[in-house]
């Protein structure tokens, strides 16, 4: 991160990494994503997906485990190249110190059926207000500072965009400088539902297929409500401190194949130590017990199945 990136980021709140992803990438990435969007979800049948990812865990089957929600990780390709980016992570390392972690991730889609209207949020020091969506809940994770040389965030998200957006239809927004605000954002400027009702405070931030916006969950942001023709494809990968956690599950780095040393530290849930020895071992001994709880439960399942097979199922009866 060079100077004048780091002025603009301790300015505005957020950069524009052009070309972070190569054009194979975003094809690889909108290739699963095309692939994803015809399976329709369990509780949502025909209707058409905006939302994939960790955000927000809900639990979509019985028998999800607790931990490690639904991912856009379990998609494979280049969704699992990106937990570490050699063109993102030199970023991450100067906002957030070494050893952070990836805390959750989401995939947004907009268009002109998703009907999206612009909710800010964020807002350091609380200062979103008491109606921000993390305002009363805000215990200092959505901080922002810059002290003795070094960057502090609680947050940090990389929204990576697969498609072009053209500067009036929609696309991220903030108000810049926000993350370093001391009063709460005017309640009435909080929501848009058509562009014409946006605050001129607010910046839209147009970004092309391939290229990264970083920004500090501490700047009040949100979406632009769309307008127009086409569509808007955004992967979210949001980053904390190692000793923090945002989301109410982690990952399980089990369960996303071969994965490198380091792709795996920044999968570890949160702790004060990082990827210290001691802290490896309770959760390795925890991923050990999950992988033990879905072995039980198959044998369960393949038990419960034998003897429907033999005792024929109440159905024949
Ligand atoms: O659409 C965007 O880029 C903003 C997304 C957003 O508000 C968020 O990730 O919290």
């Known amino acids: 991160m060079n100077d004048q990136e780091k002025y603009l ?4 709140g957020y950069i524009v990494v052009k070309n972070a992803l190569t054009p194979e990438q975003v094809n690889d990435l909108s290739k699963h994503l095309e ?3 015809k399976v329709p979800a369990p509780k949502q049948k025909n209707k058409k997906r905006h939302i994939f990812g960790s955000d927000r865990t809900v639990f979509e089957n019985e028998a999800d485990a607790a931990w490690s929600s639904p991912s856009l990780l379990e998609w494979g390709g280049t969704y699992i190249d990106l937990i570490d980016l050699p063109t993102i992570a030199p970023y991450l390392e ?8 990836l805390d959750h991730d989401y995939l947004k889609i907009e268009s002109a059926d998703s009907k ?3 909710y800010l949020h964020g807002g350091g020091q609380g200062a979103g207000g008491p109606r ?6 805000d215990g200092g994770q959505c901080f922002y500072r810059y002290n003795n040389g070094k960057f502090y965030n609680g947050l940090v998200a990389v929204a990576f965009e697969l498609s072009d957006v053209s500067p009036e239809t929609g696309g991220f927004a903030c108000v810049p400088g926000s993350h370093k605000m001391n009063f709460a954002l005017p309640e009435d400027w909080r929501i848009s539902k058509t562009q014409d009702e946006v605050h001129e405070c607010v910046d839209q931030v147009n970004a092309n297929a391939g290229d990264a916006i970083i ?14 023709g086409g569509e808007r494809r955004t992967i979210f990968y949001k980053y904390c401190p190692h000793a923090v956690a945002w989301g109410a599950c982690f990952y399980n780095a089990d369960n ?5 040393d380091n792709q795996r530290a920044i999968l ?15 959760w390795k001994k925890a991923q050990a017990e999950q992988a033990e709880l879905h072995r039980l439960r198959k044998e369960v399942a393949e038990l419960r199945a034998l003897q429907d097979d033999t005792l024929g199922s109440p159905a024949d009866s």
């Open 9 to 12: 980021f301790d300015l505005r």
């Open 35 to 37: 692939e994803q969007r």
């Open 94 to 101: 100067t906002l957030l110190g070494g050893g952070y972690r």
């Open 116 to 118: 999206h209207m612009l």
């Open 132 to 137: 921000d969506i993390v305002g009363p809940t």
């Open 215 to 228: 920004f500090t969950e501490a700047c009040a942001h949100g979406t632009i409500p769309w307008e127009g």
């Open 256 to 260: 996303y194949g071969e994965l490198t």
């Open 268 to 282: 570890a849930p949160p702790s004060a130590y990082g990827s210290h020895d001691h802290t490896a071992a309770i």
